[in-house]
């Protein structure tokens, strides 16, 4: 158990409106990452943070938000939530970069 | 830049049957690489990974994978499907030159047949 909860694990939303995932770490992970799971793409990387208060681009940043202002938390913000923004939502830990990866069960989000 | 490639987004095979799923990768550094697997409603977890040193890397259930640099490949291997394998498996890199990032695979989805 890595210790990677999101919540919630199941969100349906409107068009326009803010969302907010939550990722908590229960290890001592340095860094953090969100990625977005679609049919056919595999993972992408949203951002990623290797500590508190830094925190990066990834592949597939735009239209989210996120922050870590306490090592253990890394909340992934939608400011408008867009129909394309329809997908499950994975948070992992990893002690290095480039080392294992240790995701969370996941949030499907889904936009209307 | 690095990226990974695997071979077949579905793959079926028979319980007892060899299970074989591909993943060729292009990274201009030596590369750390990986295989996970997700069963349904779940995240993934490690398979097994290669960072240096031995070629031929054993993972959990049975799994290993064999890192060869001349054909830039890293298939997953098992001699005899299970049941319990039916799930989707990952193929990963990363590597120093992509600041190790981590990047996956599209996914293979295995169906085991009883």
């Known amino acids: 158990d890595a210790g990677i909860t999101q919540s919630p694990r199941y969100k349906i939303t409107e068009t326009g409106r803010q969302v907010t995932l939550m990722c908590h770490q229960t290890?001592?992970?340095?860094?953090m990452f969100w990625y977005r799971q679609d049919l056919g793409h595999g993972l992408r990387l949203i951002y990623y943070s290797a500590a508190a208060d830094i925190t990066d681009k990834g592949e597939v940043p735009d239209g989210y938000v996120v922050s870590r202002s306490k090592t253990e938390n890394f909340p992934l913000t939608l400011e408008s939530a867009t129909r394309s923004q329809t997908s499950v939502y994975f948070c992992?830990?990893?002690?290095?970069?480039?080392?294992?990866?240790?995701f969370g069960p996941g949030t499907r989000l889904t936009v209307l | 830049a690095q990226s990974v490639t695997q071979l077949g987004s579905h793959v079926s095979v028979s319980e007892g049957a060899l299970v074989l799923l591909r993943c060729n990768y292009s990274s201009s550094v030596p590369p750390y690489l990986f295989w996970y697997v997700q069963y349904p409603n779940q995240g993934l977890q490690l398979l097994l990974k290669y960072t240096t040193g031995a070629t031929l890397v054993k993972g959990i259930n049975g799994f290993e994978a064999e890192f060869k640099k001349s054909e830039t490949s890293f298939h997953l291997t098992k001699p005899s499907a299970h049941m319990s394998d039916a799930a989707e498996y990952f193929c990963?890199?990363?590597?120093?030159?992509?600041?190790?990032?981590?990047?996956f695979g599209a996914g293979t989805r295995l169906f085991v047949k009883a």
């Open positions: 992992a830990g990893s002690g290095a970069p480039g080392d294992t990866q240790y």
């Open positions: 290890w001592s992970h340095s860094y």
């Open positions: 990963a890199v990363s590597d120093r030159a992509g600041g190790f990032k981590t990047i």
